[in-house]
């Protein structure tokens, strides 16, 4: 559903499209799904958030983040519910990289929710 949105709305203001991911550990279709959506890799920013650090699952959480490199992502781990706004937040400045060298006029920025509305 998220790759159909990025691939029919219509970016009226230059919008970065991200899809973020949150998982727990339980995604297993996530790669079959990028492979099939994103084979070429025209949705550059991921990201996997771990809510909850569970030792036995460190190979599997290694994997994930191979595989988010692989779709030129990024993978975060957030050790508690708690602390998944402030990481989140932390992410605007990824976001806001291309506009460093737009000029004045390109950092006058408004963050907002996404309104399926105006897709």
Not at 43 to 69: D, E, G, N, P, Q
Not at 81 to 95: F, P, S, W
Not at 99 to 110: I, P, S, T
Request: net charge positive; charged share 25%.
């Amino acid at each position: 559903f998220c790759f159909y949105l990025l691939q029919h709305s219509v970016s009226r203001a230059n919008c970065n499209k991200i899809i973020m991911l949150f998982t727990d550990g339980g995604e297993e279709r996530a790669q079959e799904i990028f492979h099939k959506y994103n084979e070429d890799k025209k949705v550059k920013i991921t990201r996997l958030i771990k809510l909850l650090k569970i030792k036995r699952l460190a190979i599997y959480y290694s994997k994930m983040a191979l595989f988010l490199f692989k779709f030129l992502g990024y993978y975060y781990e957030i050790p508690s519910i708690g602390a998944i706004r402030i990481n989140t937040q932390e992410y605007l400045d990824v976001l806001g990289r291309p506009m460093v060298l737009a000029g004045e006029k390109a950092k006058q920025v408004q963050w907002t929710n996404v309104y399926l509305d105006a897709l």
